[in-house]
């Protein structure tokens, strides 16, 4: 997996006789599982030791992945059979709009494709495709200790890091006796890939809540979810039918509304996940009766949710919230040790970036822990990956997320937005590893010089359309073409004809603000947001930061 070939370098005996691995992973889901391959395949002699409180990987969110998570998955992990067999290929991404005069699935507008997408993305079981990619680090050489604990990690820059174990007993699997004393070992590194737990950013205080972006999600499995594609529906809307030639069902489906969306994402085998993200600002959270049920009656405010929805039923046990959703940390390597996934950060799920922030922050750490391995000078390449990975945060999010949800749910305003985000993911972010290869992933987006100004054209029109669309809510003009629009589109591919729709799209832009854009050219439109928009900056530390809430029972907005 390198992309440089520097000699290796033997390490003294002695310096591996000290401890008792070289790198210890926290969390043994896709982030952590993932680095113990890459690792263990590049190096086999490496002693790597998976450390993962589940006994089971139960069902999770992240089940959407896009072109880069993809290529990841399939070709830098090798999982395309098991992707094909075990789980869903994705067909897009389409999205559903509605006004007060939308009463009918069909009259709700519609943006997606028209045929089927052409770049491999998949709809995956993450209980079935975590427990994969572990069962691929052990055989790979890995050691797993499961279900086991990780509590205290003492670091120690270049040197061995000490790491708190307790191992519990589950069926045969652990040792027998029950819940085991905490010992202490050894390893060079420490990967964290322990989710939202992160654990090493929260001990360190690098751990950081992202302000401007209060965002609360809720989901659940569900059963009795209408086809998309059925006869029945078929028959109830012919035209509605008739006007997609690919698959519905397959797509990420979002349900889109004024500060919040939902996503409708198949699993293999039947059930459905379906969960909404809304901004905290913008929406009120019903209080009273079971989660499944405010979840249910809030997404039945959308026709095409009503229509889906009418005989489906959650899943007992499996209905989850988290409030406060992005946070970051402040550093994401060191001599030692190394975060990954979403114990480095998480911006917001919408576009399903959060397997692609895997794949960049998987690929680079490991690609540091083995130039160590090659011998080469750490102190650059830390230096380098932690800039490159706080300046992709900060971009990443202030070009595509911040204020995302003033517009999104605005046929025209979220159409042109779709458009021109999607064909330069494709063109600057997805087309890199299909032409590079998987070197690639070195670069998480928006980290290299070339990708700067296409970070600033992005944050611009994406701060325009969230003026435009408090100009269109100040003269109750937004979401007025909610109802009976299809943009039903080609998609995008990576070869150089893809930069007509994408310019066409730009031109769309240009088109927007001449025809209404002007009326918000000089500050004519205040943000709606309750209390106005905190402009904390993504280094400030608050001294009292919000807590970030997870569970099964009741979120309040
Ligand atoms: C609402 C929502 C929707 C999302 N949708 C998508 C999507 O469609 N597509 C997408 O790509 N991403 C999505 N994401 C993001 C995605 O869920 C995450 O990026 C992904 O699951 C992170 O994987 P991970 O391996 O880093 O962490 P996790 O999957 O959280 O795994 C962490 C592991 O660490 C273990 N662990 C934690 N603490 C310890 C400890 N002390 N000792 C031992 N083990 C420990 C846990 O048991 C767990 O198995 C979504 C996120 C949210 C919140």
């Known amino acids: 997996m390198t992309c440089t070939s520097t000699p290796q370098a033997e390490e003294r005996p002695q310096q591996r006789a000290e401890r008792d691995y070289d790198v210890v992973i926290v969390g043994g889901a896709l982030s952590g599982a993932a680095s113990a391959v890459l690792l263990l395949r590049q190096e086999p002699r490496l002693k790597v030791l998976i450390v993962e409180k589940a006994a089971t990987f139960g069902r999770r969110v992240g089940e959407a992945t896009v072109e880069v998570s993809g290529f990841f998955l399939g070709r830098v992990l090798g999982l395309t059979q098991h992707l094909n067999e075990a789980h869903l290929v994705k067909q897009g991404m389409r999205f559903w709009f509605f006004n007060a005069r939308t009463q009918s699935l069909s009259e709700c507008s519609e943006i997606g494709g028209r045929y089927l997408s052409r770049v491999p993305a998949y709809q995956v079981d993450r209980a079935v495709l975590d427990e994969e990619v572990l069962r691929r680090a052990q055989a790979l050489g890995a050691e797993v200790w499961r279900p086991a604990t990780v509590g205290n990690i003492h670091l120690a820059p270049g040197g061995n890091q000490t790491i708190e ?13 029950g819940e085991q004393p905490w010992r ?10 322990s989710g939202v737990a992160a654990l090493l950013a929260r001990r360190q205080d ?6 401007e972006h209060p965002t609360t999600a809720v989901w659940a499995r569900w059963t009795g979810v209408r086809d998309w594609d059925s006869l029945e529906l078929a028959e109830k809307f012919p035209e509605w039918a008739l006007a997609c030639h690919g698959i519905r069902a397959t797509a990420t489906n979002h349900f889109v509304g004024e500060g919040w969306w939902a996503w409708c994402i198949p699993l293999k085998g039947g059930d459905v996940s379906i969960g909404v993200v809304f901004d905290q600002r913008f929406v009120t959270w019903p209080e009273e009766g079971p989660l499944g049920q405010r979840l249910k009656d809030f997404l039945k405010q959308h026709p095409v949710a009503r229509e889906l929805m009418v005989d489906a039923q959650w899943r007992e046990g499996d209905v989850h919230w988290r409030k ?11 001599d030692g040790f190394a975060l990954v996934g979403d114990a480095a950060g998480f911006m917001d799920p919408f576009y399903s970036p959060g397997m692609d922030w895997i794949s960049f ?3 680079s750490s490991a690609e540091l822990i083995l130039a160590e391995q090659r011998g080469e000078d750490l102190a650059p390449l830390i230096a380098k990956h932690n800039r490159d990975f ?15 949800y003033e517009y999104m749910g605005d046929f025209d305003l979220m159409r042109q937005a779709f458009l021109m985000d999607l064909g330069l993911y494709y063109m600057g972010v997805a087309s890199q590893p299909y032409k590079r290869g998987a070197c690639a992933l ?14 600033h054209l992005i944050h611009a029109y ?44 730009m031109a769309g832009w240009g088109w927007l603000e001449l025809k209404e854009g002007w009326r918000s050219w000089f500050g004519g439109s205040r943000s709606l947001f309750r209390g106005g928009r905190t402009r904390q900056g993504l280094e400030q530390k608050e001294t009292n930061p919000p807590r970030q809430w997870t569970g099964e029972s009741a979120p309040r907005s």
Do not use: C, M
């Open 165 to 177: 174990v307790r191992r519990q007993a589950s069926g045969g699997a652990a040792p027998e006796g």
């Open 184 to 193: 202490t070992i050894s390893a060079r590194w420490v990967i964290d890939a």
């Open 206 to 211: 690098w751990w950081r809540p992202n302000l």
């Open 324 to 334: 406060n959703l992005p946070y970051y940390s402040t550093t994401f390597v060191g």
């Open 361 to 363: 922050t998987v690929w």
């Open 390 to 404: 706080t300046r992709s945060y900060e971009r990443w999010f202030r070009a595509i997320y911040l204020d995302k």
């Open 442 to 455: 070195k670069e998480p987006v928006f980290s290299t010089p070339p990708s700067i100004p296409f970070f």
């Open 462 to 505: 994406n701060r325009r359309f969230a003026q435009i669309a408090r100009a269109r809510r100040s003269r109750r003009r937004w979401g007025e073409h909610n109802d009976r629009q299809r943009y039903l589109f080609q998609g995008y591919t990576f070869a150089g004809s893809s930069a007509v729709p994408l310019l066409r799209a």
